[in-house]
Structures are given as structure tokens and as C-alpha cells.
């Protein structure tokens, strides 16, 4: 069976689905986003990630398309159709279709809104997981509001690839005071030379991600300190764990930064601990 999308209110097949030439997703990336995790077929994390759909809606004055109710139904529904167990659930609203013109449209104008599921091969990545990913470092290029989830994706997408040149698998931006900001499409973490485990704040033009924010609840109930202080990249080499956290990547080990390796060049025992734990989690929290 074929893969099957949401589009506007249809279920359509997965390579005949499509959206309007003047979308403004399309023309202006004026469209935010959302990935939930889906683990056994139910949606990881469902509350932080309809919580921050919300948010960047609100920041963008996108109307939501729907109630939260109608919308799990849908992302359940195009699920179901997939018959996909593993993988990932994409949501993406547009502020809709308009002819071409910078300021918005008249406010009747209905918002676009698509779902696609994908399919992950848990062991493939569990292997992964294993072995640990190496990150490459980037100045950050991007936009002063990467707290909003948006489709506006580029310098992203440019620092990915770099780091796909470069064999390894997350770029993290770097600021101009030489602190890591966060990755590509993951938040960064380490635990540094004294044994902090550390992540940027999520005041500080960064993405708050849900993964980072359920990891945040974990440590409180394990009893593990956590330090939000951003870290250079000469701290994040010397460390002795560095991993990165996010809907697509969980929590995954990174062993070298720009061919540094990290620690014993290893995946540490901390961020494979917290691997585990965040799994559990996750799936205790799906639905
Ligand atoms: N930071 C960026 C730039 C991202 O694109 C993502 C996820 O795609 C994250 C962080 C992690 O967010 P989450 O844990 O909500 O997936």
C-alpha cells in the first residue's frame, strides 16, 4: 500500500498530493511546522508539541486551522492509513493561498494544512545510537527568531548539507561570542570537563524543543543537575560526553566535533542513559 498524505481537509496519495502554486509556504516560507515522534503507531511528547504548534501560530498571527481535538484525529488518522508504527508525523500550516504579496492576505483566507508520515527503521537508528554521530560547527547565520518553528529552513538546510560533505550527520551554529546556539534540526548538549552536564538556555533564539524540555523533566526526577549555560565550542571538545536532542534524533551520542573526538570517542554512558530513559518516556507519554 501507497504512502497517503493530508492535504486540506483530503486523504490523498502520498505522490499525487499537492498544494497551490501561490501557497505561502511555498513563496514566502510563511508556514510553521511540527514533528512528533511516533513510536507503536501513537504520537510522542503530544502535549509540548501542540503547545509550541500553538505558539508559532500565535507569534506568526496564523489562525489555528483547527481545534487540538480535530487535529489529533487527523495526524491519528493519516497514521492509520500509512500503516507506519515507527517513524515520524510532519504537520505543516501555511497562512494559506493568496495571490503574490508580501503583508497578509485578508484574514478570510483559510490556512493551508499538510501531514506526511514517514517510516524509521528503530534498529538502524538504535545502531546509530551505538556508535554515536559526529557534528561539524557553523556560524550562526540564521534569523533572530528561532524560538518559532518555521518552515524558513535554509541556512539549516545549508549547514546540514555541509555537514553531510563532511561525513558527519548535525552542524551546530555557533555564535558570534563563540557559543554554541544549537544544531540544525537538534539542541546541543554536553557534559563538560568537570562533569556538568550543560545546555544553552532557551531564552536565547533557540528552538525550545519538546525532546529538550521532557529531557529537562527526566533529570528533575532522576535527581541529575543540570546547568543551562551556553558552552563553547573549545568546552564542548574538551568534554567528556556531547549528545544531541530532538524528535528525529531522540537523544543521540555525538563523538566528534569537526573530527575531534569527543571524550573516549565513544558514546558516553550518560547520554546513552538518557536515551533509554527518554524512549521510555516518550512512549509512556504517546497516544
Ligand atoms: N532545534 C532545531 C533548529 C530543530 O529543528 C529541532 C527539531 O527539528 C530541535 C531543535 C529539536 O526540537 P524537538 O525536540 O521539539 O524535535
Known sequence: MGRIAYVNGQYLAHGAASVHIEDRGYQFADAVYEVWALFDGRLAD???????????????????????????VVLKETVRRNRIREGLVYLQVSRGVAPRDH?????????????????????????RALRGVG????????????????????PNVLAKQAAR?????????????????EGASSNAWIIDANGTLRTRDAQSNILRGVTRTTLIEILGLEGITLSEQPFSVEEAKAAKEAFITGAGSLVLPVVTIDGTPVGTGEPGPMASLLRRHYIKQAKASSI
Request: include cysteine; proline fraction near 8%; charge should be negative.
Open 135 to 154: 557534528v561539524i560547527t557553523q556560524p550562526e547565520n540564521r534569523w533572530g527568531r528561532c524560538d518559532i518553528k518555521t518552515v524558513g529552513l535554509l
Open 46 to 72: 503530544p502535549d509540548g508539541h501542540f503547545t509550541r504548534l500553538n505558539r508559532s501560530l500565535s507569534e506568526l498571527k496564523i489562525d489555528p486551522p483547527m481545534s487540538r481535538e480535530a487535529l489529533t
Open 165 to 181: 560533505e563532511r561525513g558527519a550527520v548535525e552542524a551546530w551554529f555557533v555564535d558570534e561570542m563563540g557559543l554554541v546556539t
Open 103 to 127: 503583508a497578509f492576505p485578508s484574514p478570510d483566507i483559510a490556512p493551508s494544512v499538510v501531514v506526511t508520515v514517514s517510516r524509521v527503521d528503530r534498529a538502524a537508528t538504535e545502531a
